[in-house]
């Protein structure tokens, strides 16, 4: 199963880095009806907000809709097998993220196959994560933070979109190498509403669906997961200042039902590939802490890396079912 994930991600990437394919067939009129883009994931969160961009834009390239259809449950399963058994003419399309892949390490008995199911299509965005706490946790830096953990284990929780899901998982990477106790506590909903209102503390958030409220002060941003500081919170510090080694991202793609056209795919790689090309598009990902599809050709070195450490290191699971908190974690994980 690992060498079929690392297949799949190293295929998302080379249709992320392809140029502008020719159209194969001249005479294909695609699309002729509405395209359904299926969501794993609530309304609001990071995917749903970057597919309906895309989708915006893909209507007016194309004279159809393009509509976002939120699947959510199952940390992204529901709404993969949605498309994985779908019919494979181009009107079904999947946003793949990073949790699909992480699924492949911890569901045996799913009705579907990711590798053999689902056919990549390109690369949309790898997006920067924040680690935010509701402001009345009594900690104003990532420091404090951790101490404040270390000083009560297990009652401080923590919101993700699903057990193994990419948010969860930074979140559990974090505890090994921070040496704290946080509670994970997943949601198939939008958990920001929790978080905002304080039923939740902290989270390990995408920086696109949180940009905002950490501006109006309604959460407080202790650490980016990125290496480095991020352009679109330049006074917040990275993580791995304070935790040696520690970074985290996500990265989101688009995918299709196997034995859809290699002419639909074409023409599709080539319209999202002009999409995210469009510099409107480029600075909106960029200003909310995205990167866009060109920068995406990264993910096949970077998940060669994290397969191979999480092959050493995924023997035991944690009782929420993700990856094993041994010594043998990756310090480095793109993650959603």
Sequence with gaps: MTLQRRRFLHLVAGAAALPALPRLASALDYPTRPVRIVVPYPAGIAPDIVARVVAQALSQRLKQQFVVDNRPGGASNVGTAIVAHAPPDGYTLLVVTTTNAINTSLYDSLDFDLMRDIAPVAGLVRLGLVIVVHPSVPAQTLAEFIAYAKANPGKINYASVGSGAATNVAGELFKAMAGVKLVNVPYRGNYLPDLLSGQVQASFTPILQSLEYIRAGKLRALAVTAATRSDSLPGVP??????????????????????T???IIDELNKEINAVLLDPTIKAQFASLGGANADDARRIRDIHHERNREVGQGRQDRAHQGVLNRSSRCPRRVGLI
Excluded: L
């Excluded at 990275?238 to 034995?259: C, L, T």
């Design 238 to 259: 990275a993580a791995g200042e304070f935790v040696p080694g520690y970074q985290a991202y996500v990265w989101d793609a688009v995918g299709a039902p196997a034995k």
């Design 261 to 263: 056209s290699v002419e």
